[in-house]
């Protein structure tokens, strides 16, 4: 028997993707208090890394690998894109316009309440990090991880235009890092 191929097991989890939430939809009837939407939202979340990477991690990291991520990703985000044009295609200016108080009033709420909860959850975060050093250090850390320019070692490529020599021969340039402190 030969392993499945990439595009066998992107099929298989495009096959999962559509038809368990609307297998749940029709077989359990919610289309009266849970439209197929919010269920395909809830079957998503079920079938992300927090509940069935959790309990079945062998499952979910064959079917859902790096490799079929990247393709479903891209997918995923075409479909946003799609969504957004055909709301856009049917909004109706004109009734917009009349109901512009309510319009301004929905738009801004729908922009604001996330940006306020985000900050403030932001805020309980960096209070509930620990003391002053732990935070600068977290800080440290994480834009020498997503590689901002000035902080952790230049790489291959990288703007200082130097690269690091892996050999044995290269002595303190393979010396580890230093931890801040």
């Known amino acids: 028997m030969t392993a499945a191929t990439t595009t066998e097991i992107f099929l298989i989890a495009m096959g999962i993707i559509f038809t ?14 849970a439209p197929l939407v919010v269920v395909q939202i809830l079957a998503g979340m079920l079938l992300g890394p927090g509940i069935l990477g959790k309990f079945f991690p062998a499952y979910y990291a ?16 075409w479909a946003v894109m799609l969504f957004v044009c055909i709301a856009g295609i049917e909004l109706d200016l004109k009734k917009v316009w009349r109901h ?3 319009s301004v009033t929905a738009a801004a709420l729908a922009l604001g ?26 800080a440290v850390r994480a834009r020498g991880r997503h590689g901002v320019r000035g902080h952790g070692p230049p790489g291959p490529g990288s703007a200082h235009g130097k690269t690091r020599d892996s050999s044995p021969a290269a002595g303190a340039a393979t010396a580890p890092l230093r931890k801040p402190r």
């Open 113 to 138: 309440m996330p940006l306020l909860f985000g900050s403030l959850a932001a805020l309980g975060l960096l209070r509930y990090a620990g003391d002053r050093r732990t935070r600068l250090a977290l």
């Open 100 to 102: 512009r108080s309510e």
């Open 20 to 33: 368990v939430p609307y297998l749940i939809w029709r077989f359990l009837r919610t289309d009266y208090y």
């Open 62 to 77: 064959y079917v859902f690998r790096p490799a079929v991520i990247a393709p479903l990703n891209g997918i995923a985000w």
